[in-house]
């Protein structure tokens, strides 16, 4: 069964103890010289991947070839990819190389991203309990179902412009009388987390997305394909704000949203829900919330580093408005009657919690407590541990032993040779001392 | 389960320490997280108000199956009139406090909002002491 998209190639790792330290949700330990991962607790952020020195965590996307399963492939592109082109390729090649490669057509997400923009300031019209929190990250979703479970009610109950470019396009085919199981709609993704969330979706049953391939994978494909090809460009429509939305502060803007924040990179965020979690942000109405630093661009599957992605998004969204001119955009009126409202609620994962059992939970803090303080406390990892109160837990949830803190295995052994150098001591009471 | 706490008064930086180890404790008990909310905001803003106008103090917290209970004791000014600094929008803070977003004067009315029960005794020149009651059943 599906569970994650970031996983172990335990072929490449050397059980050095990077990864533990970085992840939020302190979901991975090193056993056996392995790292290992915690299902329930990951949250796909892929911090790990990019942490690790020997390529040992990696994201595991959905592969190309299943594209020939369709008649009809279509694939989903995102701003953040076109941004990964610094050397000025245009839209228009970028889209002309994935037909060359095999997509039978492309729907481009930031046409949807317009869209849940709209309904978004429609939603915040309505008094709500604020801060509102948007939905669009996967990371942060899962964040706050583990982390932040008081907050759930805070979330945009609005799905992603991906999972409403998905079924925009199928109900287009549907409605020209195509078959939708004859229909593939694919997304080239900047994360892992995009390919957990289509596969394990959030606020509705299924999602329309029937695969996510890897950012880098199908860069290298168009980068190829454009090499000294001549590609018929396709002709689209410009959509400057739409494709704002892979920056951060693009989803939506001042104007619309009074009092609205805007934070990335998942330990500030963090910081911000622990805010809101103390009622010290409730001025605050709306707060756009990213796991990567740099938003979208700063995904694990992306190419060029942010900082550049971000000044190649920049210049492609000057051009974009200069190509759309005073041209008011079309608009779609189909784009805008699809559902967008979550059907089902999110529900918080308790992952953390000790026991069912109150008294019992009680009990083991009480240990866990009294194993902390005499730990060294400086966070040393070599028990496969991110933390000495994290070994302490998993100690007590009988996960671990004692003697895996090299501390504690020392004091035992001096204690242990105090005892014997005792012993020897003893006069037997044949001989004489 | 008792926790104990020494709030430092002088670091501004740590001002909420406290109350996010707590907080982190009941999420691993299971708390529900509605009630973890309301002692989050309770005693943040107790931490708070340490810091602010009695230079830090001693923060205990005592967890049972039936209710959380958490004293802040500090050795500050006082609260002369503890009615008065009930009410919505009182406050003494200083400009420079006010201006990092504190002081608004909703300290004490949001610790009542959140407790199940408050009790709050002060003695001008010699301190406050303030006891947040949550109740679990």
Same mark, same amino acid.
């Given at each position: ?14 059980? *050095? ?173 900047? *994360? ?99 796991? *990567? ?141 | ?137």
């Amino acid at each position: 069964m599906y569970s994650h998209s970031v996983t172990l190639d335990s072929s490449k790792c050397r059980g *050095c103890t990077d990864c533990i330290k970085r992840c939020p949700t302190e979901a991975i330990r090193v056993r056996d010289s392995k790292a290992k991962i915690i299902n329930d607790r990951c949250i796909d952020c892929g911090n790990c991947i990019a942490v690790c020195n020997n390529g040992a965590k990696k994201a595991v996307m959905d592969s190309i070839g299943m594209i020939k399963a369709y008649p009809y492939r279509i694939a989903l592109t995102a701003p953040s990819f076109y941004a990964q082109f610094s050397k000025g390729e245009s839209i228009e090649n970028i889209i002309a190389a994935l037909y060359t490669i095999g997509f039978t057509d492309v729907f481009e997400v930031s046409q949807a991203a317009q869209i849940i923009t709209k309904h978004t300031q429609e939603y915040m019209k309505s008094d709500r309990e604020y801060p509102v929190i948007s939905s669009a990250c996967p990371v942060i979703m899962r964040l706050i179902q583990r982390r932040f479970p008081a907050l759930i009610h805070h979330v945009l109950p609005i799905m992603s412009p991906m999972e409403l470019a998905a079924r925009y396009v199928k109900e287009t085919y549907a409605r020209a009388g195509i078959d939708v199981s004859q229909v593939g709609v694919f997304f080239i993704s900047p *994360c892992p987390a995009k390919a957990t969330d289509i596969h394990k979706p959030k606020g509705f049953e299924k999602s329309y997305v029937d695969g996510a391939f890897s950012m880098q994978e199908i860069y290298l494909k168009v980068i190829h394909t454009m090499e000294g090809t001549y590609l018929k460009e396709k002709k689209r429509v410009p959509s400057p704000d739409g494709i704002l939305w892979a920056t951060r502060n693009g989803g939506v803007s001042n104007n619309e949203i009074d009092n609205h924040i805007a934070v990335d990179g998942i330990e500030r965020v963090i910081d911000i829900l622990e805010k809101v979690e103390d009622g010290t942000l409730s001025k605050i109405h709306y707060i756009e919330a990213l796991a *990567c630093t740099g938003g979208c661009l700063g995904g694990a599957l992306t190419i060029e580093n942010p900082f550049v992605s971000r000044h190649t998004l920049k210049k492609l969204v000057e051009k974009e408005r200069k190509l759309l001119g005073d041209k008011a955009i079309q608009e779609d009126t189909l784009l805008e009657e699809i559902p967008y409202l979550y059907n089902i609620s999110v529900d918080p994962k308790p992952v953390f919690s000790l026991d069912e059992d109150l008294e019992t939970a009680i009990e083991m803090m009480e240990h866990i407590e009294s194993l902390y303080k005499q730990l060294p406390q400086i966070d040393c990892g070599s028990c496969g541990a991110p933390t000495c109160r994290c070994f302490a837990e998993d100690v007590v949830k009988g996960c671990a032993n004692v003697e895996d803190c090299i501390f504690m295995l020392r004091k035992r052994i001096k204690e242990l040779s105090e005892s014997m150098f005792e012993l020897t001591k003893k006069i037997l009471p044949t001989t004489k001392g | 389960m008792k926790l104990h706490f020494e709030v430092d008064g002088n670091d501004f930086l740590l001002a909420g320490d406290a109350s996010g180890k707590v907080k982190n404790v009941l999420k691993k008990l299971g708390i529900e997280s509605s009630i973890i909310r309301k002692i989050a905001i309770a005693m943040y803003e107790a931490e708070m108000n340490m810091v602010i106008h009695a230079n830090g103090g001693r923060v205990d917290v005592d967890i049972l199956p039936e209710q959380i209970q958490v004293v802040l004791q500090d050795t500050g000014p006082g609260i002369p009139d503890i009615d008065l600094a009930m009410k919505e929008g009182y406050s003494t803070a200083s400009h420079e406090i006010r201006e990092l977003g504190f002081g608004a004067g909703m300290g004490l009315p949001n610790m009542k909002k959140y407790s199940d029960n408050l009790h709050i005794t002060s003695e001008v020149g010699k301190g406050t002491k303030v006891e947040i009651i949550i109740l679990l059943k």
